[in-house]
């Protein structure tokens, strides 16, 4: 049996902490390839949106893009959601038909729900706050992706 591939994803937001605003997601996904390596990255703008949910919209989307079952290397800065996963919280929120503890509905189920799926057909590995050598880049284009935004706006 041939080995999975291994895709690393890159996660940057332009919004850190709880604090509802306008908002930019990038995600880098990189794999080998027989040329070398091969990247494929997106920009998501999202308005009225925090630091949690934007990461969410990153994995969902970049998870759904891969097609084969792979080893996933995950590098995010969004703690919350890397420890809700590694924790196995979010499968917590799964088994109570995506309910708290408390019975309060899970926010942005509808992502989570979608990210359990695509974790059902890779192996994935979440590394929270870990530098990587696409961050400095990530965070230049986000900046001028806001400078952009607010020069249009």
Known sequence: MEPLKTVNLYIETDLHGPRRQDGTVMYILEAQTS??????????????????????????????????????????????????????????????????????????????AAIAGHLRKHIVTLHPAEHHGYRTWMQNQLKKNKREIERKG
Do not use: F
């Open 35 to 112: 040329k070398g390596a091969a990247t494929r990255d997106k920009t998501i703008p999202i308005p009225d949106t925090t630091e949690h949910h934007l990461t969410l919209e990153a994995l969902e989307d970049a998870l759904g893009r891969i097609n084969q079952s792979c080893q996933v290397e995950v590098y995010l800065t969004d703690c919350y959601i890397a420890d809700a996963i590694n924790s196995g919280l979010m499968q917590q929120w799964q088994i109570r038909d995506w309910q708290t503890a408390k019975g309060k509905p899970v926010t942005d189920a509808d992502l989570w």
